[in-house]
């Protein structure tokens, strides 16, 4: 199976100043986290909760582009997404 993104929900992470969202490959959930630090180099600013999410939104084919791409290279039970996936 690959991996898909059917649900478009995400939430902030505050214990990892990130935003959460899923994936999954078939009926299997796949967690990810990208760090604020990643949403910043996408959008070039500092953000708070409500730009993250916002940094998120406007971003959210390339961050799932590197959600699958870091999905595809190993397989883990959970993934972070950081500023030099980007």
Do not use: W
Request: aromatic share 12%; net charge neutral; charged share 30%.
């Amino acid at each position: 199976m690959t991996l898909t993104f059917p649900n478009p929900s995400r939430s902030f992470d505050e214990a990892h100043n990130a935003v959460r969202f899923s994936g999954y490959d078939g009926v299997f959930q796949v967690p990810f986290i990208v760090e604020a630090a990643a949403l910043k180099k996408t959008s070039g600013k500092v953000l708070l909760e409500s730009e993250c999410l916002t940094a998120f939104d406007a971003a959210r084919e390339r961050i799932l582009d590197v959600a699958r791409k870091a999905y595809s290279d190993r397989r883990r039970s959970s993934y972070t997404l950081t500023a030099d996936d980007f």
